[in-house]
């Protein structure tokens, strides 16, 4: 596999990028701006995996406003859930979208061997190693019901918030993001 930039590279980039740069409203310059020409804010909260084959923006057509989206690895919310928690107090979101994918590599390598690695490594830090809350899943379908689950059980959540929460599995083959229902009963680990 070829291998990618150095960091070193990445900030010759980004002066080239400086150039050209234009400056970003601060967050006081956009709430002083009048209210016909104040930027919608974001209201659907995505979660995704941030596998660099699975681009979110890409994949719903997503406008700069649209949506904040958060990836990590799997896209597993338990990872999301302090973002998703902070953020809702901020802009009121009225969707979540949980979007995990087909041949998804936190399903391919599990957990056990990332433990088992952090357990050789840090042989007094067994209790920390249990309470990691590793993306690494079984079954596809079942890994979006745990987390919208997740997101639907906690107190924590808006009542309408966790009503519109909901789970969608992004096939790599053929491009499409279904919907996944949701279980009744899905054992939250
Ligand atoms: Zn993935």
Redesign the pocket.
Known sequence: MASGPSVEELLQRNAERVKTFQPIPSLSEISNLPPNQRLPMPKIFIVS?C?NR?DPWDILGLEKWDAVVTRG???RMASQFSNLLFLDHVLNFTDVMIIH?TD???QLFGNDGVCQVLAERAPDASREVESLKLPGFEDLERSVQEDVQLVKSSPLVRKELAARTKGFVYDLKTGEVKPVPEASSVLVK
């Open positions: 995996c596998d699975v690895a799997a896209g994918h998804c590599s936190a």
